[in-house]
């Protein structure tokens, strides 16, 4: 990795350069989750690699938890949401061990993680939730061919983006499919990241 590349990475790990970074996509990215859950039915929500509360002010009105393995950022969160945050590591079974939620959710998350650790998560997050619950995930594709998005990807900090069918395959190794969807985000006619919404429930 280069001395750049590296130096941005830590960059984006400060909070608030973070939350500069995420605001003109953040809502766009997560039309296809707001499309598909009444909010209005969610009673309570585990936001896995919740970052500086990215997403806390969309759960308002739910019992919210946050987690996420960098202090900084739940430091932040804490500061600026309602809600309860925990630094820690959700697949770590030591964590949240009495605890059940309606809805899990991950927002641009495991194409920072490989694939054992991916399927760690992904398994816990199935028993995390309640029997009528569901976990929804938001997360950035590799796309096949060349293009912008391609090399968008590539460029990404995360270092795990992969093809939609790569993704599919790790979400229903314990996870039920109920929704997958691949859409755009960027300018007008011109997509910058493809990302993947997947909502699943536990086998």
Not at 25 to 41: G, S
Not at 51 to 75: L, M, Q, R
Not at 162 to 180: D, G, K
Request: charged share 25%.
């Amino acid at each position: 990795m280069s001395v750049g590349r590296r130096a941005a990475d830590r960059l984006l790990e400060v909070p608030v350069v973070y939350r500069l970074w995420q605001a003109p996509f953040a809502d766009a990215k997560l039309r296809p989750f707001l499309e598909r859950v009444d909010l209005r039915t969610v009673k309570r929500v585990l936001d896995v690699g919740c970052g500086p509360g990215t997403n806390a002010a969309v759960f308002k009105d739910s019992d919210y938890v946050g987690i996420d393995v960098n202090p900084d950022y739940i430091a932040t969160a804490s500061r600026k949401h309602a809600g309860r945050f925990v630094v820690g590591d959700v697949a770590d079974e030591r964590v949240l061990p009495d605890e059940r939620f309606d809805c899990v959710f991950a927002n641009s998350l495991m194409h920072h993680l490989p694939d054992d650790v991916v399927r760690s998560l992904l398994r816990r997050m199935s028993r995390l939730t309640t029997p009528d619950g569901g976990v929804h995930i938001l997360d950035l594709v590799l796309p096949e061919g060349a293009s912008m998005a391609r090399l968008f990807a590539r460029l990404d900090r995360g270092r795990f983006a992969r093809p939609l069918h790569e993704w599919r395959a790790l979400f229903t190794e314990h996870l039920e499919e109920r929704h997958l969807e691949l859409y755009p985000l960027g300018l007008p006619g011109v997509p910058l990241w493809w990302m993947v919404y997947f909502h699943g429930v536990a086998r």
